[in-house]
């Protein structure tokens, strides 16, 4: 999984050019508006345009697939789970459990929804520098202390993450193995422990050097914004799209999933 | 543990929006100048420690570590969950944008639960107390984030309340892992850093008591 999700965010496309504020607010509306669908066909017309915003960012295929074949694990219980557990007439029975297709459809729109919906975390999310986007949300009205704690974690995460793995390696060089018993818990347990005082006393020493620096709550950036009419027109283009999606999904020419196929 | 996007119904949705600015907009208010790079470094030990993978027979499971951070932080466990689910969101793609709200009661309520059990270690006086309490605390996360999954699923529609029951006992390993994995990470602390607990007595909040002592000074001298 790549934890450095602004990797790509050089890459020079129409997302990267969009202004960040109006990206995150344009794509946050659809991305709510793909969740309140109830329709199959048109998941499926959502999650094609979550395709298409995603291909216009021109972010590696790889890059993207080694996230979203997680998510699609973890839906995958939902297609077992639901035809078996529905509730109603079962279409047939399967090792005397009662099959419902109303459950593979609900099943299949929640995956729909999802995968379409992550697609498109990544178009807001993997198109710009982290930072930039934190200030973009605070832009948006997010609280400045939220945005500051969300940098400073993103920040520390990487320091981590190689501080762990050089406690792993050490542990394994002492012959440490893995098992499913007590002591396995207690070594996790003094484990994370370890790890637990390392970052205070880490946190202590980084909080005096930011009051030396002159911390005083607030976070002064060189990051400017400027929005420019192609900016609006992007945006405008996909809250229409958003509109008339969930327009058609409510209009009724569709049945809910829950109802039949179509 | 966290629910995805594109199950729950919008009623539910928008009811762990509005649970969680209520108790984030009260917990954030209870932070210092100083409590907000210490919460974020230790936010992001937990979110690399959940990163941890732990063999169950065949398979394994990864640490939510829910109720250390209520054992740790106090009542700033809920932000820090926030935190961590918001982050979660972003770079994996884990749960969604429009389910940070319903994932924060989950796990954030479970934080807090932990915090609850954790401090009743006072009213009693016997050995290895920090352990037994860590463990249930660490227990009590997963049991009441659990509880709130399966209550927003069931709220969700009654095709849902199977897989409400096939999560709650999915939980149950789960539930005894962190159990044990907390307990003694209690204990640890309890011996070598008593004070990166929550709820000490005597000096109780604070995430460690000496360096309010050393970083007093600075914060006088330093202009507000």
């Known amino acids: 999984m790549p934890l450095d999700i602004d990797r790509f965010a050089k890459l020079e496309s129409p997302l990267q050019r969009w202004d960040p504020r109006i990206k995150l607010f344009t794509l946050g509306i659809f991305v709510f508006s793909v969740a309140l669908l109830k329709t199959l066909p048109i998941a499926c017309v959502a999650f094609f345009l979550a395709v298409g915003i995603l291909r216009l960012s021109n972010l590696p295929y790889d890059f993207v697939a080694s996230s979203v074949k997680w998510v699609i694990f973890f839906l995958l219980p939902f297609f077992i789970i639901m035809p078996l557990s529905y509730p109603g007439e079962a279409a047939f029975y399967v090792i005397g459990l009662p099959f419902a297709w109303e459950g593979l459809q609900l099943a299949t729109l ?9 697609l498109t975390t990544f178009s807001m999310f993997g198109t710009a520098r982290f930072d930039v986007s934190m200030i973009a949300l605070q832009h948006l009205k997010c609280p400045k202390i939220l945005v500051q704690m969300l940098l400073f974690t993103y920040r520390y995460t990487f320091v981590f993450i190689e501080e762990m793995r050089r406690m792993q390696i050490a542990m394994r060089a002492r012959g440490f193995v893995m098992k499913t018993n007590l002591k396995t ?11 637990l005082i390392r970052s205070f006393e880490r946190s202590e020493r980084v909080y005096k050097a930011m009051l030396s620096k002159g911390y005083q709550g607030e976070l ?8 420019e009419q192609q900016d ?8 229409v799209t958003a509109v008339i999606i969930l327009a058609l999904d409510f209009s009724g020419l569709f049945l809910p999933a829950k109802q039949s196929w179509f | 543990m966290h629910i995805s996007d594109g199950i729950l119904s919008a009623p539910v949705l928008i009811a762990g929006f509005i649970g969680t600015v209520a108790v984030a907009a009260y917990t954030l208010r209870q932070l ?4 907000i790079p210490k919460v974020s470094v230790i936010t992001s030990v937990f979110f690399v420690a959940s990163l941890i993978h732990v063999p169950i027979g065949p398979s394994s499971v990864h640490l939510i570590l829910g109720g250390l951070v209520g054992v740790v932080l106090g009542i700033r466990a809920f932000p820090a969950i926030m935190l961590g689910i918001i982050l979660q969101t972003i770079l994996f793609g884990h ?3 429009t389910v940070i709200g319903v994932n924060t009661m989950m796990l954030g309520g479970g934080g807090l639960m932990a915090y609850a059990v954790w401090q009743l270690r006072h009213h009693f006086n016997i050995k290895k107390k920090e352990m037994i309490f860590g463990g249930l605390a660490g227990a009590m996360g997963i049991f009441s984030s659990g509880i709130v999954l399966a209550l927003s699923l069931v709220t969700t529609g009654e095709e849902f309340i199977a897989t ?3 999560t709650l006992i999915a939980h149950i390993p789960v539930m005894i892992i962190e159990a044990l994995v907390v307990g003694s990470c209690a204990a640890f602390l309890a011996k070598v850093k008593p004070d990166a607990l929550a709820g000490q007595l005597p000096l109780a909040p604070a995430v460690t008591a000496t360096a309010a002592a050393t970083t007093k000074p600075l914060n006088e001298d330093s202009p507000k």
């Open chain 1, 220 to 227: 002064h950036t060189m990051v400017k914004f400027k929005s």
């Open chain 2, 95 to 97: 749960g969604g944008v």
């Open chain 2, 164 to 166: 409400a029951w096939y």
């Open chain 1, 185 to 195: 818990m207690q070594v996790m347990g003094n484990f994370v422990g370890t790890l």
């Open chain 2, 32 to 35: 210092d100048l100083d409590d």
């Open chain 1, 110 to 118: 929640i995956f729909i929804k999802a995968v379409a919906i992550i």
């Open chain 1, 232 to 239: 609006y027109i992007k945006s405008a283009l996909v809250l």
